[in-house]
């Protein structure tokens, strides 16, 4: 099956700028959905972008127009492209991925059960 490893955390400055990365191993051929979620402490994992096969994108309200999610899949790498950093997007970010069974809205492929392989997580810290 896939693995996937996340990284490219560390610490910025609000609005300072920061690329992740997830390389994807193994069984790579079927990761038709990849995203990134993030957890902050004492908060629930949410879904901050996916992406499917072709390019196609979806983004939460909180990060659109300042993060762009992107894959290269010659390379099996997802990427995470974060500008205008905030305090509030410190977290641990996760890459996630799964194959396309069925049929899901945009919306539906932020939640984490959707995701049946996930990363181990790099952390991302912004200070003000």
Same mark, same amino acid.
């Given at each position: 099956? $896939? +693995?996937?490893? @996340?990284?490219?955390?560390?610490? $910025?400055?609000?609005?300072? =700028?920061?690329? &992740?990365?997830?390389?994807? =191993?193994?069984?790579?051929?079927? &990761? ?6 993030? +957890? ?5 994992? @949410?879904?901050? $972008?996916? %992406? ?15 993060? %762009? %999610?992107?894959?290269?899949? $010659?390379?099996?790498? &997802?990427?995470?492209?974060?500008? !205008? ?8 970010? #996760? ?8 049929? #899901? =809205?945009?919306?539906? &492929?932020? @939640?984490?059960?959707? #995701? ?10 912004? !200070?003000?």
């Amino acid at each position: 099956q $896939a +693995q996937l490893v @996340e990284s490219g955390g560390g610490s $910025a400055q609000a609005g300072g =700028s920061l690329r &992740l990365s997830c390389a994807a =191993s193994g069984y790579t051929y079927n &990761l038709y959905y990849m995203a990134w979620f993030r +957890q902050a402490p004492g908060k629930e994992r @949410e879904g901050v $972008a996916v %992406i499917d096969n072709y390019g196609t994108t979806s983004y939460a309200e909180s990060v659109k127009g300042r993060f %762009i %999610i992107s894959r290269d899949n $010659a390379k099996n790498t &997802l990427y995470l492209q974060m500008n !205008s950093l905030k305090p509030e997007d410190t977290a641990m970010y #996760y890459c996630a991925a799964r194959p396309k069974v069925g049929s #899901y =809205s945009w919306a539906g &492929l932020r @939640e984490v059960y959707v #995701y049946n392989y996930w990363g181990q997580g790099t952390q991302v810290t912004v !200070s003000s």
